[in-house]
């Protein structure tokens, strides 16, 4: 079953066009048009797995073999320093559904080394990973999941493992019982504080369920947590498990392929975004106080226009096919936005959604997000289009966030995407010029791997839908000339909230901007995990004067519940090219990557 979801991918990796009017009510074409990606030699010469040119001076690098990853493979893959020497390191799922294979880094050669050893009790197969620092101790435990695999005999749905690191190895001891309900083999889940108390909960997203060889949705869970103990409170989604008089099926479920979080409104309590395949809605949790002074989701997905466009929801099952979604602010408005990432067909109706930003029309809340759709530049062939992951990298430095797209799954158009924000907030897509477009791109990453301030890359393939696709990993290092650009980043560090503030807002204010960033790694279908940290561009001429953080944690005072947030002031920062800096939840901040002082 789930190699046929992952065969349900993607399309023509061009720049697309569409009229949009945005939130400060003006028109604009939000993707730019460009000339027709062209690939005649492919005919002649075969595929070309790689990129179809050399990339620019100043653009980016393929330096795979110079890291030690030559002839590497993956489709999964996580930048996490699962050791704890303050470097990242990175883990990889080969296949689809495979054995983890770690490597760490060595910061004397500047390389990737594989393990020797195997961190994991036994050899388990995964689809996807999440690691995430459950009891506060300093070291990433291991989430790993399963969707639905009836054919595997030992397959287990979703384990837990605790991480422990002694004389400088790592491993992962599992957690026999860690629900009080057995999950389902979920396609994604989230990480969530969604009650702030401090402890991460998870959003477990369920897809389809064979029943009486009819395959039919189920509903999502939510389970409370406390260190590796969970506790299933599904009923705080309003809706989601109900079932109509004498039957067993869960009406409002929707087939859930992915799933993300946001603080959409703002208002410093976690949202929860769900992407949903088959034409089915989508759903915006948004995370409500109720008149009993409790906190419940609430789906505010057709009134805001996240469910599915105007014309699909003028039909049953009308929206789209989608395959993840993530929030940002991309044009500094201090509205949040999302990009919403879908599958679609040149078959297709013309009112299936296809891959979109939805931009935030206000911050009164509820608002309709105003949707720019990406629509194929004219050819004389229409190709598919799977936009499975999207990771956002300010790669220029420029104050505008710039979006890296896996455009995968049908060769030979199916490449890498890297959609530039240009001075009018609309993207065009640059990789075939930055050297980038690889073919059929999976789980790519974002880190800084040579620690200059510039965001690097790392990307997998596959060779879905053609078979003789010679398949690896590229490293891609960021070659920018930055004389005239200035960098910042942050590491946060919770103590009573979560320890790597997950589901925190950071806000820096600098002389000519206001950017923000919603602090998480993981997200997606079957996700992949960003490293850790993030990064603000800015120009040579402009500076910081402060941050703010809104820690994922509620605090008490004067009889009213309140969120956790903190200014820091950086009026004796230095005025460097880039900078490091470690933002404490007890208010300080330190020069570097550090532990704080708690």
Known sequence: MLGQVWFLCVCLAIPLLMQVSCSSKQNYKLFKDSKLRTQDHLKTKGIVSGPTIEGKIGAFKDLTNEYGLEGVEATNLYAVDFNNDSYT???LLPNFYSTPEFYAFDPIIRKFQKLNYNPLPGVNKYSFLIFVDLNKDGVLDLLAGNLHRKTEITASAFDIYRGEISL???????IETPFDKAPLGPSSVAVIDFDLDGELDLYLGNWFVENNKMKTPVPDSLYKGKGFEFKDVSDLLEGEHLTRDRETSFYNATPTYAVATCDINQDGWPD???SSSAGFNNKLWMNQLTVKN?????DFGIPTMYAADDEGQLQSKGGGNSFFSACFDYNNDQIMDVFLGELSHPYDYKTRDRSSILTGSQKKFPFKFLRSEFYHTQSKEDNSRCDKRAVFIDYNLDSREDVLVDNSGYPPHSRLILF????????????KEAGIDVLNPSGTVSLDIN??????FITGQTSIRNAGIKTRIYVFQNQLERHDKRSLRFYLQGKEANRDGLGAMVILRTRDEVMRRWITYSY???????EKGV???MEATDYPLLAEVRWPYKKTGNDKLETLSQIYNFNRLKHIPHQEITLCEDGAWHIGKMDCEF
Not at 169 to 174: I, L, N
Not at 420 to 431: G, H, L, S
């Open 168 to 174: 400088k190895k790592v491993s992962y001891e599992k």
């Open 451 to 456: 620690e200059d301030g510039l965001w690097d």
């Open 89 to 91: 390191d990175l883990v």
């Open 524 to 530: 997606g279908s079957f996700p992949s995990q960003n």
């Open 420 to 431: 530039q924000q240009n001075d009018d907030k609309a993207f065009a897509d640059v990789a």
């Open 272 to 274: 929860i975004l769900t």
């Open 294 to 298: 409790q906190r419940v989701f609430q």
């Open 535 to 537: 990064i603000f561009g």
